[in-house]
């Protein structure tokens, strides 16, 4: 089974920047779509961005024009890009490859703490 890591968490200021990381154990089907998710306390889990193996990307409104998803398919890494941010962004961040079939590809790992002081 794939299992996946995600690391670049801290703590930063308001408007400053951050970029995660998602490893692959192993290669992700192109029938799955990787994305980032993040929970914060007391909510429920949320996607904030997609990318597709072919590198269409979806955002959540509320990150779009700040965070940019990539990839990078020869190291079976996602990235997620994360500008200006904003204290409502802090969550623990998650990566998962989903199917709309078949699910989620691997379990949820301990992910990555984002936290943005006011």
């Known amino acids: 089974q794939v299992q996946l890591v995600e690391s670049g968490g801290g703590l930063v200021q308001a408007g400053g920047s951050l970029r995660l990381s998602c490893a692959a154990s192993?290669?992700?089907?192109?029938?799955?779509?990787m994305g980032w998710y993040r929970q914060a306390p007391g909510k429920q889990r949320e996607l904030v961005a997609a990318i597709t193996s072919t590198g269409s990307t979806n955002y959540l409104d509320s990150v779009k024009g700040r965070f940019t998803v990539s990839r990078d398919n020869a190291k079976n890494t996602v990235y997620l890009q994360m500008n200006n941010l904003k204290p409502e962004d802090t969550a623990a961040y998650y990566c998962?490859?989903?199917?709309?079939?078949?699910?989620?590809?691997?379990?949820w790992g301990q992910g990555t703490q984002v936290t943005v002081s006011s």
């Open positions: 192993g290669s992700i089907s192109s029938m799955y779509v």
């Open positions: 998962n490859a989903r199917n709309a079939h078949l699910g989620f590809l691997a379990d």
